[in-house]
């Protein structure tokens, strides 16, 4: 069976070829019918996939399972394609349609997390310090926070203890009241108390806009430049190419796959009588 199901051969020498791709495209709605907008999309409904008579026998079944996350990976794909401007979701009230949507990356804001049980952090791990005057010094600062005033931590029994000089305490305070201002306290996780760890690089969740895309345009030459009805159309092949690969990796499954039904035995606490212990 052909790999190239959705994908379209267009010149892309023709403004006139690459119109009638853009305008001739299926198109879905972005999220519910009533908001009236919609974008490039395919319907990827078992029957409408080419599946040959046993396949469509076992599609059904297929669907019942926790398959998709074997078979989405060509969105993740595409979308770091796109510099994460646009990405792949479904839609309908089945999620039988690939629908094309606007997108952009933001940070979390997450700056640690727990490797036990998952738990991310807004606050960093402190660091740990060797030198016995920054040991004293950064835990009066975890303690509060860092929202005291600097000349209030010399007056810390603590701190006074410390035999170096006030003005070195102080340029020490400084410092490190700028080095911890992003920690907690502790390393212990929140949840479960296990230590956690620092992110090495900032955390990004991707953001979807449902606006329309190219909702009633007509690409005229005025408004689209060849260069830029190319990209357009160079867009849309892209998202047809990965909503292939999608539909493709579905197809090795029922290939590789048969779905069977199992029983799954889950503990549960109850509480009964017992004979007292003679």
Not at 212 to 231: C, H, K, T, V, Y
């Amino acid at each position: 069976m052909s790999n190239v199901f959705f994908q379209k051969k267009v010149d892309r020498r023709s403004r006139a070829a690459m119109r009638a791709f853009l305008t001739g495209h299926f198109r879905y709605d972005t999220m519910n019918s009533w908001n009236g907008l919609t974008s490039y999309a395919n319907n990827i409904k078992t029957h409408r996939l080419g599946l040959t008579f046993e396949q469509s026998n076992k599609a059904d079944e297929m669907l019942e399972t926790d398959y998709w996350d074997e078979i989405r990976y060509p969105i993740d794909d595409f979308t770091e394609s796109q510099g994460y401007e646009y990405t792949i979701g479904t839609n309908g009230r089945s999620g039988g349609y690939l629908v094309l949507y606007q997108s952009r990356r933001e940070k979390t804001g997450h700056l640690s997390y727990c490797p036990s049980c998952g738990q991310r952090n807004f606050k960093k791990v402190p660091p740990t310090f060797q030198d016995e005057n920054e040991k004293v010094i950064s835990k009066e600062i975890l303690k509060s926070q860092g929202s005291w005033h600097s000349g209030n931590y010399l007056g810390l029994s603590s701190i006074q203890a410390l035999a170096i000089p006030d003005d070195e305490k102080s340029k020490l305070i400084n410092v490190l009241k700028v080095k911890l201002a992003d920690c907690s306290e502790t390393d212990a996780c929140g949840v479960c108390r296990n230590s956690r760890r620092n992110y090495s690089v900032p955390t990004f969740r991707l953001m979807s806009s449902y606006k329309s895309i190219d909702q009633g345009e007509n690409f005229f030459a005025e408004d689209w430049p060849m260069w830029s009805l190319r990209d357009r159309v160079d867009l849309v092949c892209a998202f047809d190419a990965a909503c292939d690969e999608i539909r493709s990796n579905f197809i090795v499954l029922l290939e590789d796959y048969d779905v069977a039904q199992v029983t799954r035995w889950h503990p549960v606490k109850v509480k009964q009588r017992v004979v007292h212990a003679v």
